[in-house]
């Protein structure tokens, strides 16, 4: 999120509203829809890049230990389920694994306050 110092509370109060929602329900089917759009987009547009295949072929490399295709990925992508987004997110999406980058001129401990929760 970008936002100023006086908008900040309620920006990070809908980011947390947002974040305890996605963990408790599942995405609507049109979300879920857009989700999977948006990532097989990315996917298939790095794939075109030379310099995004190399190091999606490196990546692929050092975490699954071989080549993972375009046509894979995108069929995994297509595999997932609202109830699958729901369950990374509970693993994932934890306050104590969250961060935060503060920038500009801004009341520290205010910020400190506001992120704790």
């Known amino acids: ?19 305890k929602e ?5 995405l609507d089917s049109d979300s879920l829809h857009l989700f999977k759009q948006q990532v097989r987009g990315g996917v298939l547009l790095a794939a075109d890049d030379m ?3 190399m190091t999606s072929l490196g990546v692929n490399e050092m975490n699954f230990g071989d080549y993972v295709s375009v046509e894979s990925v995108v069929e ?6 609202a109830a699958d987004v729901r369950d990374l997110a509970n693993e994932l999406l934890t306050h104590d694994k969250m961060a935060v980058l503060v ?14 929760g």
């Open 76 to 81: 995994s992508i297509e595999k997932v389920k």
């Open 1 to 19: 999120m970008g936002t100023d110092e006086k908008s900040a509370p309620q920006v990070i109060d809908a980011v947390y509203r947002d974040v």
């Open 22 to 26: 996605l963990k408790k329900k599942n």
């Open 51 to 53: 310099e995004s295949r």
């Open 103 to 116: 920038m500009g001129e801004v009341n520290v401990n205010k910020m400190k306050k506001l992120i704790a």
